[in-house]
């Protein structure tokens, strides 16, 4: 190469980095524990020191996950009385759902979860899918609570979402935890 081309390239590749540096993308930086408070600079630059991730939006994540415990249900709260509009509504409905097992029947500290996924329609896509039960619990008992969480949601079904809300939580996974914490000896 010539000296004459290599000025060239010189000025091209110049040109170009300011040209990139003449519009920053917004971003956010993940910064050290040296940088101190309020380290989230605005842009991404080629000359900034730390590591820069392109600010956007994160999805839901691969599932919504619930938690219910028997005795935050005991006093049975009412069901919404609304079409179901936010994840707040559809687990506040599912915890109203809960009925579980009679005393006589249960296992304190009995731990089920499920997965389940529903249509936008509302309707389940299939039964409910049992991911976790608590080691050691007798089989008898696995299948008590195994009754008791579907009578519990298929008693609920449909569930009444809107359009909107409907779309978006079609298909997606709903891992529901149910946690059995009553005192079974006041009962």
Not at 18 to 44: E, K, R, W
Not at 54 to 72: A, K, V, W
Not at 104 to 131: C, F, H, N, W
């Amino acid at each position: 190469m010539t000296l004459n081309s290599r000025s060239i390239l010189l000025a091209i590749a110049l040109a170009l980095g300011s040209f990139a540096a003449s519009a920053p993308a917004q971003a956010v930086t993940m910064c050290g524990l040296l940088d101190g408070p309020g380290c989230v600079p605005t842009y991404c630059s080629v000359t900034d020191p730390h590591t820069c991730l392109p600010d956007q939006d994160f999805p839901f994540g691969d599932n919504l996950r619930l938690t219910i415990d028997t005795r935050s249900t005991e006093a049975a709260p009412p069901k919404p009385d609304h079409d179901l509009n936010t994840l707040h509504d559809l687990f506040f409905m599912l915890r109203a759902c809960w009925t579980p097992p009679a005393a006589d029947e249960a296992l304190k500290g009995m731990q089920m979860t499920v997965r389940v996924s529903y249509k936008r329609s509302g309707d389940m896509i299939s039964a409910p899918q049992l991911t976790y039960v608590l080691e050691g619990a007798a089989p008898q008992i696995r299948d008590t609570y195994r009754d008791a969480i579907d009578n519990s949601l298929s008693s609920c079904a449909p569930l009444h979402f809107t359009n909107g809300f409907g779309g978006a939580i079609a298909g997606r996974p709903i891992m529901i935890r149910y946690v059995d914490d009553r005192d079974l000896t006041k009962q």
